[in-house]
């Protein structure tokens, strides 16, 4: 495991979004490019706006395109019609898809309104296996440590499936919901920590201090499934981007170990 600790959230963010640029750059210009898309996984949330901002920016002056990409998002809330205000299908458009030149029929997002949400799912699962897997999985982490939508406790293997939201999660996304908790859907559809595992590369962003807890047992603590995304842990090429504010719990010499060895 790498991690990437910048000053703030905007130099954090810039890092990441060159990383994933060079990977794009790189997948197309080599013999594998002319033959298979690169397959980004992508999260929804605040953390990834930053990054965001740089690809559309970056797309604009030419210096990537997106013509060669596919993507899979992370999750989508159970029962969101994809116009919704909330759902992430709209998030992703509006952030992100809209602003650059990627092909529509290449974005992928489960669709929370399917009549049976198992099987969209196994679809998802399947769709991306299809592709060739994830070269590249982008993604956040909750306050409680979830990984996508991956409460505490859900199985380290778990597959794309339907997810039942905590009370941890459901208040803490209350605020996109007018502060009302009880306008917060339930239930989600959730790329499992197992998909995740299985992308050739994972990179997280975690910033600001109310990420601080599950940065420690993501970097510092052992693997639990209480801290779904400390699965990380055994991910053969997993890199974590961060700023000074969530490195607040982790050690001295954590910190010092990964600044000095970047
Ligand atoms: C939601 C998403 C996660 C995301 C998390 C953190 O729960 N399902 O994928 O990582 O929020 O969101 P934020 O980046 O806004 O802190």
Redesign the pocket.
């Known amino acids: 495991m790498k991690v990437i600790i910048r000053n703030t959230y905007e130099e954090m963010s810039r890092w990441a979004a060159e990383y994933i640029i060079g990977r794009i750059n790189a997948h197309n210009a080599s013999p594998a490019g002319a033959i298979r898309p690169f397959v980004l996984g992508l999260?929804?949330?605040?953390?990834?706006l930053g990054v965001y901002a740089e690809f559309i920016k970056a797309n604009r002056e030419g210096r990537v395109s997106f013509k060669n990409v596919v993507t899979f998002n992370?999750?989508e809330y159970a029962g969101l019609t994809r116009d919704h205000e909330q759902s992430y299908w709209k998030f992703m458009h509006d952030n992100l898809f809209d602003h650059i030149d990627i092909d529509p029929e290449n974005v992928n997002i489960l669709n929370g309104m399917a009549e049976d949400p198992e099987a969209e799912c196994r679809r998802y699962e399947d769709k991306i296996t299809e592709y060739g897997g994830i070269d590249l999985f982008l993604?956040?982490?909750?306050?409680d440590g979830?990984?996508?939508?991956n409460e505490p406790f859900t199985s380290l293997n778990s597959r794309t499936g339907v997810r039942k939201l905590t009370y941890d999660?459901l208040l803490?996304?209350a605020r996109f919901f007018g502060g009302d908790f009880s306008k917060v859907p339930k239930t989600?559809l959730?790329v499992g920590v197992g998909t995740v595992m299985d992308a050739a590369e994972v990179l997280l962003?975690l910033s600001g201090h109310n990420?601080a807890r599950a940065l420690r047992h993501l970097v510092e603590e052992p693997v639990s499934g209480k801290w779904t995304v400390s699965a990380l842990q055994l991910h053969p090429a997993a890199i974590i981007a961060c700023d000074e504010d969530a490195c607040d719990e982790l050690t001295v010499g954590t910190y010092k170990y990964f600044k000095e060895t970047e």
Do not use: E, Q, R
């Open positions: 999260p929804t949330g605040s953390s990834p992370m999750d993604g956040g982490s909750g306050v979830h990984i996508a939508f999660t803490a996304n989600a959730s962003l990420k």
